[in-house]
């Protein structure tokens, strides 16, 4: 098993930053990569980004494609989501995820809200 713990949300204006992190815990040595998706209030979840756990490659979603910056540290088993020129169509509940075999484990989840 895998827990994911979710942290750094807050409230920011638009334009500004946020770093989010996603601590791993448990069979973290089975990740092959962690995944942040959001979701908005009446929408679905969206992925937003991945990470590959070993090589460290990654993946956007074409909306924060030259905003977000995935990363990791493995040595402290911690993914992070660095959010800049964030705007209103950002607010969301943030989680990341990973998959193992066929179960898949998700964070509790963070709250983002980017006033205008």
């Known amino acids: 098993q895998v827990q994911l713990v979710e942290s750094g949300g807050g409230l920011v204006q638009a334009g500004g930053s946020l770093r989010l992190s996603c601590a791993a815990s448990?069979?973290?040595?089975?990740?092959?990569?962690i995944d942040w998706f959001r979701q908005a209030p009446g929408e679905e979840r969206e992925f937003v980004a991945r990470i590959n756990w070993s090589g460290g490659t990654t993946d956007y979603a074409d909306s924060v494609k030259g905003r977000f910056t995935i990363s990791r540290n493995s040595a402290e088993s911690t993914v992070y989501l660095q959010m800049s020129s964030l705007s209103p169509e950002d607010t969301a509940v943030y989680y990341c995820?990973?998959?193992?075999?066929?179960?898949?484990?998700w964070g509790q989840g963070t709250q983002v809200t980017v006033s205008s």
């Open positions: 448990g069979r973290t040595f089975s990740m092959y990569y």
């Open positions: 995820a990973t998959k193992i075999g066929m179960q898949d484990y």
